[in-house]
């Protein structure tokens, strides 16, 4: 049931991070989208922080996760496929970490707690990740039937979330977009691999 559904999943995830992004803004004053952290929304002492952190991130990483399982359920099998599909996975994981451990206000303290330095730990880890399991998944999309487009689409989307994480530093007033690059990559890729495994279940 869970593999039926892997498109769902996968778009439900790009959505529930859009809304979270999008509507916890409007609610801070103040924020930029250029300049700030994702995370500094559902930041200790941010407004809303625990509608962002539990009716935001979390989902997000369910739904995430949800679409991994189906889509190992249902693309072609190969070491990559499951180094990626893994990859992808530890990736959402950085959100339920994102839900119990918020970073502190503004994420950029001096003297960090240590709910921050764990949430910096697995985001760091999921960013690392990112553009090495998209171009996993994308050299493993080269042999599955009609892959083509989605082996092309997972290099540019790799290449993306590289440039992204090479440009994530605080000190940059650009911060922010460096980010949301990285999360769209693999966001909407994930949509993108969820409507192909939606399409032609050919697990083997």
């Known amino acids: 049931m869970i ?3 892997a498109f769902v999943f996968a778009l439900l995830a790009l959505v529930f991070v859009v809304l979270l ?4 803004a409007l609610s801070f004053p103040g924020y930029s989208h250029t300049a700030q952290f994702i995370s500094e929304l559902g930041a ?3 407004p809303h922080e625990m509608l962002i952190r ?7 990483s369910v739904f ?4 991994v399982i189906g889509a190992f359920k249902l693309l072609p099998r190969s070491a990559l496929t499951t180094i990626g599909l893994v990859g992808i996975a530890l990736y959402a994981l950085g959100y339920i970490v994102a839900a119990f451990f918020p970073c502190d206000f503004g994420c950029r303290p001096v003297q960090p707690s ?5 949430h910096n730990l697995f985001g760091l880890i999921g960013y690392v990740l990112a553009p ?7 050299f493993s999309a080269r042999n599955w039937p009609g892959g083509r487009y989605l082996s092309w689409a997972a290099y540019v989307a790799a290449a993306l979330a590289l440039f992204g994480m090479m440009t994530l530093s605080p000190k940059s007033p650009y911060v922010g977009l460096s980010q949301r690059l990285i999360e769209g990559a693999v966001l909407i890729w994930a949509v993108m691999c969820g409507w192909y495994a939606k399409s032609r279940p050919l697990a083997s």
């Open 64 to 67: 995430m996760i949800l679409f």
């Open 132 to 138: 090495l399991a998209l171009l996993a998944l994308g």
């Open 3 to 5: 593999a039926r559904f």
């Open 21 to 24: 992004t999008v509507l916890g």
């Open 44 to 46: 200790r002492g941010a």
């Open 114 to 118: 240590s709910s921050q330095a764990i």
């Open 54 to 60: 539990f009716a935001g991130f979390l989902p997000a």
